[in-house]
């Protein structure tokens, strides 16, 4: 059974930085688009961004262009998120996600990584 | 920005039928696919590809599609059902992934 556990969340100020990892286990990682979805508290889901496989394709929000950078390491079976000048409104939990390659949905999910941005 | 429409708040008494529905001007180009979310815990796929179910979701689940509006249906409805509901599609132009807003379904 496939596993998703993020990691890297914290507190941090606005205009900072943090990088989120999430390791993965349990499937075939470098044949997965993967994704990163948040949820502010109390919000509904919101799509941050997604990679293709092999890295050759990624697309971002417009809410965090420019600012988050998504990559992966499929030797280490490891997607990452650098957030950089976060907001207040960049508040969420942070949830990685696999996409399965045939069928596009999101079938595992991790338990989210919370991100607390204070001005 | 392309949006997916759902209704905030359904609500439905035990055994009836819920039916929540999605909006959205590419759904007819674009699969959709809908998660259930209960509090304090991560989504659920409940739908993929508009009407498949995975396995280990009842078929009391379901789902079908008329136009640009999708429209997930809980037959039977039991009070462990009551959760939000999420769908998802994808911007035919920019392959953006988008979210609905999400419904809360009660059960009274």
């Known amino acids: 059974q496939g596993q998703l556990v993020e990691s890297g969340g914290g507190p941090v100020k606005s205009g900072g930085s943090l990088r989120l990892s999430c390791a993965a286990s349990?499937?075939?990682?470098?044949?997965?688009?993967m994704t990163w979805v948040r949820q502010a508290p109390g919000k509904g889901l919101e799509w941050v961004s997604y990679?293709?496989?092999?890295?050759?394709?990624?697309n971002y929000a417009d809410s965090v262009k420019g600012r988050f950078t998504i990559s992966r390491d499929n030797a280490k079976m490891t997607l990452y998120l650098q957030m950089n000048s976060l907001r207040a409104d960049d508040t969420a939990f942070y949830y990685c996600?696999?996409?399965?390659?045939?069928?596009?949905?999101?079938?595992?999910w991790g338990r989210g990584s919370l991100v607390t941005v204070s001005s | 920005s392309y949006e997916l429409t759902q209704p905030p708040s359904v609500s439905v008494s035990p055994g009836q039928t819920a039916r929540i529905t999605c909006s959205g001007d590419?759904?007819?180009?674009?699969?959709t696919y809908w998660y259930q979310q209960k509090p304090g815990q991560t989504p659920l796929l409940l739908i993929y590809?508009?009407?498949k179910r995975p396995s280990g979701i009842p078929e009391r689940m379901s789902a079908s599609t008329s136009g640009t509006t999708v429209t997930l249906t809980i037959s039977g409805v039991q009070v462990e059902d009551e959760a939000d509901y999420y769908c998802?599609?994808?911007?035919?132009?920019?392959?953006?992934?988008?979210f609905g807003g999400g419904t809360k379904l009660t059960v009274l």
């Open positions: 996600a696999r996409a399965d390659s045939s069928t596009g949905m999101l079938d595992h």
């Open positions: 349990g499937f075939d990682f470098s044949d997965s688009y």
């Open positions: 990679m293709s496989s092999t890295g050759i394709y990624t």
């Open positions: 590419t759904l007819p180009k674009q699969y």
């Open positions: 590809k508009d009407t």
């Open positions: 998802q599609s994808a911007d035919s132009t920019s392959a953006y992934w988008v």
